[in-house]
């Protein structure tokens, strides 16, 4: 059974860069045939996806974010990371990683809320 | 792309039959057969309940059933019980510019 679990700053600055790292276990990133993305979820709202990443590398992102976002893998560690550049208040949410074949979420992590404030 | 359109909310009692609908278009819902949907629990992270619009997962009750026609897809649960009380959430593969793109959310309140 995958387990996901996202680490990182619960409070980040405007401006800054908001960076999350979610770690894989029960199962490997390299083994392929998965697609590990990023999930946010404003409070009290509906899900938002930011993007995914493969094993090779490959990304895609969501064509609303695509300009200040940033998801890389490293297979050593068996992880796989988001980076959102200039934060603004409606950037507050709770992120969740997933993964799953190509046209589903199979398996979430727990979620972790960062909040944009000075 | 906008959110799929799903209502606000729907009640049931416990024994009862409740459809949740999820409404996009020919882009998305109408254009795949990729829908998927997701319950959550207050808190909780989302957990898949079906998925390629009418496949369950290992381990889903088989209270739970997806359809689609047209545009629009459909979460019933059958036999509704007190756990099943959740927000609901359809998502859809969109093509390959947009590629997922999920519903409003549906509250579901088992009376």
């Known amino acids: 059974q995958v387990q996901l679990q996202e680490s990182g700053p619960g409070l980040v600055k405007p401006s800054q860069t908001l960076s999350l790292t979610c770690t894989v276990s029960?199962?490997?990133?390299?083994?392929?045939?998965?697609?590990w993305s990023w999930i946010r979820q404003h409070p009290g709202k509906g899900l938002e996806w930011i993007g995914y990443?493969?094993?090779?590398?490959?990304?895609y992102y969501n064509p609303s974010l695509k300009s200040r976002v940033t998801i890389s893998v490293d297979t050593s560690k068996n992880q796989f990371s988001l980076k959102l550049s200039s934060v603004t208040a409606a950037d507050t949410a709770v992120y969740y990683c997933?993964?799953?074949?190509?046209?589903?979420?199979?398996?979430w992590g727990q979620g972790t809320l960062v909040t944009v404030s000075s | 792309q906008s959110a799929l359109t799903q209502p606000r909310s729907v009640s049931g009692s416990p024994g009862q039959s409740v459809t949740i609908s999820c409404t996009g278009t020919?882009?998305?819902?109408?254009?795949?057969?990729?829908v998927s949907w997701y319950q959550q629990h207050p808190g909780k992270a989302p957990k898949l309940m079906i998925y390629?619009?009418?496949k369950r997962p290992s381990g889903v009750p088989d209270r739970f059933s997806g359809s689609k026609s047209g545009n629009t897809a459909s979460l019933t649960i059958s036999g509704l019980q007190a756990e099943d009380e959740a927000d609901y959430y359809c998502?859809?593969?969109?093509?390959?510019?947009?590629?997922?793109?999920f519903g409003t959310g549906t509250k579901v309140t088992v009376l």
């Open positions: 990443i493969y094993y090779s590398g490959s990304t």
């Open positions: 390629d619009v009418s």
């Open positions: 997933a993964s799953g074949p190509y046209s589903q979420f199979d398996y």
């Open positions: 998502c859809s593969y969109a093509g390959s510019y947009t590629l997922y793109v």
């Open positions: 029960g199962g490997s990133i390299s083994s392929g045939g998965y697609y």
């Open positions: 020919s882009s998305d819902v109408g254009g795949y057969n990729y």
